[in-house]
């Protein structure tokens, strides 16, 4: 509960910091491709560098990634049929037999199914994500913001109070 | 741009890059000593281990395995070893070795210090012998104990003087019992048809028909009815009489088998008595002079021993391939949502260890310099479609020669192991033919060729060892003078010949392992042997057959005239019961015959009393 809190202040908090909508949603959404995508994948070193390198909302793509894991892993079977129907299918044949014998591609492990149909599925995703992301952050600032400071849970989240609180249980739990 | 963040990604990557290079190789060295000596059970030691990432070259200067079983030898060891591995496999967990250079292997070496090795705790080596390994094992003990065999064989130790009573004293006569059973048996049975013979109801029923029959008067039949119906009552006795035919049939029948089998039985006592026979002759360990085994107790002990030193090296290398190589089989996994893998090419369809090439040189215990290759060593010959093939050869100062080649191939469905070895131009000079007492001689000249043919298909073996000793000069005055005939037989035999050829054929391909060993002196010896020894051992026989025949002919005759007496009494008792039976069966039939007449005779007066009335009445 208290990280779900903890997620939520930051939330909050990002939305209303000084980062940019696209740092947001840039976060978001490497954040998704991340949490949809197998953890252990080579693609997801580079997603991990990208997100440390380029100026997006670290926050956001963490909490992405929580969000889009528990997604993923309803939906991983619709991935893999997926992904059965893009490495089966006869059009792409060369172009997998091509990735696969060179041997930095075939470390991104894209000749399994569940691998590259959640790719595609979060490569995809991130063509509507994207702006989305960008028009909520600009929609929430400009009309929301506002009315949501003035919520008490608000107050509490945000306030030093919550940070005092989270101190202390860590303390009790001895961390 | 995060400038920090890019700094903190380079760093993680220079890290992950440079610690591979940080690691000492004395820190893998000693590693690889650990896993490699906990997996033997005995220290594994390495000296001047190198690694180098960069070349993806591995070296070391020795390495010595020792013998879990003598922590003093070796197994084997080796000299410079260098080799080159591919990268990328490595990263999919493949080792993958073009060229692998080893120089003085040698195996059987021993140890400067105890390669005892103590398995660090919470360790738990394979202890077990591998199933296949087993196998092999199982053969080579079976060869030594043909080997003990062998070497056991003493045609000297028969002698004229063998004491035939203490000999059966210690062993049970069956026969005698065999045959008391079978006298029981007998009596028994004898007693049976003594009392059916007796108290049957057979003579009583033809009394009782004969009794019928005399009760019918001729003389009181007087007119057709009754003459028919005196007829119907024979009929009725004749039914019965042939009822009682068949009766007596019947036990005419059973008698007669069970009477011959009784005398059938008797056969089976000559087979008991030479049961008993050949079991006196067991004991008294008498051989069977041949020429199989005459080769056999001549040269089946080096011939024997030196193709269980190859099993036994095969028998190490299945061992130590399955405790070292291991399998490419997976463990399962529960395969939940992880998808599936699209195998496109056999580009990494690799196995776990892939040596393609062995430089080997190295040294014989017979101080033979030996060099060759050895290709496609592997843990899974499937995935790389080719056996392990060795070839080496070498000399010996010049004038011998050894070649060793043979392939493992477990690509089929049964495995198949081969093994050739020809070491031939050896020098015999000083060296005895053959650790037979038979002859103990030392050799003046002479050259031996040793050829090994070995296959193992699946558990079915098929060995064959040659061996030629040429141009050869035994040194008799050394050895002095015979000590035994025997010994004087064979001297005189071999030395009209200075070649010698010896071949030990060991096969299990139907049934238990056989062990056959033929050399071209055999017939030489065996004339000279069976002129005397064959002579001793037939003695022997003739001696023990005579003494069981007459411990055993006693009851023999026992059981004989019982047979005889018992059967005759019988059959004289069913003769008379025949006879009797016989004789009132024909009282019935002549009874029956008579009637037939007297009916006829008054069918034939009432016709002409009949023709004379009516005569009579036409006045006629």
Excluded: C
């Excluded at chain 2, 079978?182 to 029923?205: P, V």
């Amino acid at each position: 509960m208290l990280i779900i809190l903890k997620y939520i202040a930051k939330l909050l908090k990002a939305l209303s910091s000084e980062a940019s909508p696209p740092q947001l949603a840039g976060g978001f959404v490497l954040g998704m491709i991340i949490g949809l995508t197998p953890f252990f994948s080579f693609h997801n070193l580079i997603i991990a560098a990208l997100i440390i390198v380029l100026k997006v909302n670290i926050g956001m793509a963490i909490l992405a990634f929580l969000i889009f894991s528990g997604i993923a892993y309803l939906a991983d079977p619709a991935f893999h049929n997926f992904g059965t129907w893009l490495l089966e299918n006869d059009n792409y044949q060369s172009l997998w037999i091509s990735l696969y014998d060179n041997e930095w591609w075939a470390m991104t492990r894209f000749y399994n199914t569940v691998v590259i149909g959640s790719f595609f599925v979060a490569l995809f995703l991130t063509i509507p994500v994207f702006p989305s992301v960008i028009l909520f952050v600009k929609q929430y600032r400009k009309h929301i913001h506002e009315r949501v400071q003035k919520l008490k849970i608000v107050k509490v989240l945000k306030g030093s109070k919550l940070y005092s609180i989270y101190k202390g249980v860590n303390r009790v739990r001895g961390k | 741009m995060r400038v920090k963040g890019l700094i903190f990604v380079l760093v993680v990557a220079a890290l992950f890059i440079g610690i591979p290079f940080l690691i000492t190789d004395e820190y893998i060295e000693e590693k690889i000593e650990t896993r490699l000596s906990i997996a033997n059970t005995a220290l594994v030691e390495i000296e001047d281990f190198k690694f180098s990432l960069t070349d993806l070259h591995v070296s070391w200067s020795r390495l010595q395995v020792t013998d879990p079983d003598n922590t003093m030898m070796n197994l084997f060891e080796t000299g410079e070893v260098e080799l080159d591995f591919a990268f990328w496999p490595v990263l999919w967990e493949q080792v993958i070795i073009n060229d692998l250079r080893m120089t003085d292997f040698a195996l059987e070496t021993e140890r400067e210090t105890d390669g005892y090795f103590e398995i660090p705790e919470g360790y738990d080596p394979e202890t077990g012998v591998p199933e296949d390994a087993g196998f092999f094992y199982s053969i080579t003990a079976e060869v030594t104990s043909t080997i003990a065999e062998n070497a056991r064989m003493e045609f000297t130790d028969v002698k004229d003087d063998i004491n035939v009573d203490s000999l059966l004293a210690t062993i049970n006569l069956q026969s005698i019992d065999q045959m008391d059973g079978l006298k029981n048996d007998l009596e028994s049975n004898y007693s049976k048809w003594d009392s059916t013979i007796t108290n049957n109801s057979i003579e009583k029923n033809a009394r009782d028909i004969e009794a019928l029959v005399t009760s019918i008067k001729l003389d009181e039949i007087k007119d057709v009815p009754t003459a028919v119906k005196a007829i119907e009552t024979i009929q009725k006795v004749v039914k019965e009489a042939d009822s009682l035919k068949n009766e007596i049939n019947t036990l005419q029948t059973d008698f007669r088998t069970d009477i011959q089998n009784s005398r059938n039985s008797i056969g089976q006592i000559d087979n008991w008595i030479s049961a008993d026979v050949d079991r006196v002759k067991n004991v008294a360990k008498l051989p069977e002079i041949n020429a199989q085994s005459i080769g056999t107790a001549l040269f089946g002990q080096n011939l024997l021993a030196d193709l269980n030193t190859y099993l036994e090296y095969l028998a190490t290398g299945r061992e130590y391939g399955q405790k070292f190589i291991g399998s490419d089989e997976k463990a399962d996994k529960p395969e939940r949502y992880e998808g599936r893998n699209y195998e496109f090419t056999d580009k990494y369809d690799l196995p776990k260890l892939w040596i393609k090439n062995i430089e080997l040189s190295g040294v014989t215990k017979n101080n033979i310099e030996l060099a060759g290759q050895v290709l496609n060593v592997t843990n899974n010959q499937n995935k790389t479609g080719e056996p392990i093939t060795f070839e080496l050869s070498g000399a010996e100062e010049g004038v011998a020669t050894l070649t060793v080649d043979g392939a493992l191939n477990y690509l089929g469905e049964e495995k198949t192991e081969s093994l050739s070895i020809n070491y031939s131009g050896f020098s015999l000079v000083n060296s005895k033919i053959s650790p037979s007492e038979l002859l103990p001689y030392d050799l003046r000249s002479g050259k031996g060729d040793i050829n090994v043919d070995l296959t193992i298909k699946d558990r079915r073996i098929e060995s064959r060892v040659d061996y030629v000793a040429d141009n050869i000069a035994f040194d008799f005055e050394s050895a002095g003078a015979p000590k035994g005939t025997v010994e004087r037989l064979i001297r005189d035999a071999i030395s009209g010949t200075n070649r010698i050829t010896a071949t030990a054929l060991i096969d299990n391909t139907d049934g238990p392992l056989k062990a056959r060993v033929r050399s071209n002196v055999d017939d030489l010896f065996l004339n000279a042997l069976k002129r005397t020894v064959q002579a001793e051992v037939d003695n022997a026989k003739r001696r023990i057959e005579n003494e069981v025949q007459s411990r055993v002919n006693a009851k023999k005759a026992e059981v004989t005239q019982l047979v005889e007496e018992q059967e005759a009494i019988l059959r004289d008792k069913y003769a008379e019961l025949e006879t009797k039976v016989n004789e009132q069966l024909a009282i019935v039939e002549k009874k029956k015959k008579e009637l037939e007449d007297k009916k006829k005779e008054l069918e034939e007066e009432l016709k002409n009393k009949a023709l004379d009335a009516v005569k009579k009445k036409i006045g006629f």
